[in-house]
């Protein structure tokens, strides 16, 4: 069994930050106790869901012997860019997760995080400026945020009772409806890797 991620105080504070380090809270929400100077926007206006109903899972999976850096490939990430660099192991950052820094011709590039994640609806009870997709009929919660001058948007999808993948990207400048567009085919791509149970 794995431990729970650690709480970090920021949640998306670091994700891009010179391609090299991130930080998704295992919420992906900012802390309520940092300083209104923070930026913050998010796609979606602030509602409570904390008492929200159970995630929709079509094919229950099971993330047990998946490697995080396997949830996506040079082929899934090739619309956005092409690898800096091999993708890279973060668990100090984030238990089971995996960074892909990735070079979109813009100066500073773009960086997606997968992470073998908490339960579903943790997230979604911290993100209340989140919203609600399906993907492949798994509830999946939307979640961005302006840190910077990078929009980080994170994607929780439910696998199983338990645990979700969560699939994150920054990027300078970027626009949420955008991204969230863009994200699309990759939380699709990452979903049809985690086994069904």
């Known amino acids: 069994m794995t431990r729970p991620p650690r709480a970090l105080p920021l949640v998306l504070a670091a994700l891009a930050l010179a391609g090299c380090s991130y930080s998704v809270n295992g919420s992906a929400l900012p802390d309520p106790n940092t300083s209104a100077t923070t930026a913050t926007r998010t796609t979606a206006p602030s509602t409570s869901v904390a008492a929200g109903p159970a995630p929709k899972i079509a094919k229950p999976r099971t993330v047990a012997g998946v490697d995080p850096c396997k949830v996506l490939d040079a082929n899934d990430l090739k619309g956005i860019g092409v690898f800096k660099r ?6 100090d950052t984030i238990q089971e997760s995996c960074q892909y820094l990735l070079n979109d011709g813009s100066p500073t590039g773009r ?3 997968t992470a073998l994640y908490q339960r579903y609806e943790q997230v979604r009870d911290r993100q209340k400026g989140g919203k609600e997709q399906l993907v492949e009929g798994h ?5 961005c945020q302006l840190t910077g001058p990078e929009e980080v948007c994170t994607a929780t999808i439910a696998v199983n009772a338990n645990r979700s993948v969560l699939v994150a990207m920054a990027q300078t400048g970027g626009v949420p409806d955008q ?3 863009v994200m699309a085919p990759l939380l ?3 979903l049809a890797r985690i ?3």
């Open 86 to 91: 091999d993708p890279r192991r973060q668990d």
């Open 111 to 113: 960086t997606v995080v």
């Open 139 to 143: 509830s999946t919660w939307m979640f």
């Open 179 to 181: 991204m969230v567009v």
């Open 188 to 190: 699709k791509a990452a």
């Open 195 to 197: 086994p069904v149970a």
